[in-house]
């Protein structure tokens, strides 16, 4: 079965880093988005294909987060520059890939991971 696990997350003061992980397991598809949301799952982060290692962000995180992969089984997103207004729980989530766009909409993503907290302090 598929399975997402999140770490990393945590509590740092603004302006520190962050780097989340989401352990992938169990997808048969041959090519998946993998994305990150936060805020109840309800606001796109970031997503990156696994067949080209393209990516996608949303405005809020563009120029300070980075998603990245690891021969597929990994995704990490870099959280810099962090602000108060970042703090959430962050999940990462898998869709097969279907498309050459990327989809921000969570009810298109078919797997969710549990998530991991991170808090920004003033």
């Known amino acids: 079965q598929v399975q997402l696990i999140e770490s990393g997350g945590g509590l740092v003061q603004t302006g520190e880093s962050l780097r989340l992980s989401c352990a992938v397991s169990?997808?048969?598809?041959?090519?998946?988005?993998v994305a990150w949301f936060r805020r109840d799952r309800r606001e796109f982060v970031a997503a990156i294909k696994t067949?080209?290692?393209?990516t996608d962000y949303s405005d809020s995180v563009k120029g300070r987060f980075t998603i990245s992969g690891d021969a597929r089984d990994t995704v990490y997103l870099q959280m810099n520059s962090l602000k108060p207004e970042d703090t959430a729980t962050y999940y990462c989530?898998?869709?097969?890939?279907?498309?050459?766009?990327?989809?921000?909409?969570?009810?298109?993503?078919?797997?969710w991971g549990q998530g991991t907290q991170v808090t920004v302090s003033t």
């Open positions: 989530a898998v869709r097969n890939q279907d498309f050459s766009g990327f989809v921000v909409w969570p009810e298109e993503y078919e797997y």
């Open positions: 067949d080209s290692d393209v």
């Open positions: 169990g997808v048969t598809w041959r090519d998946y988005d």
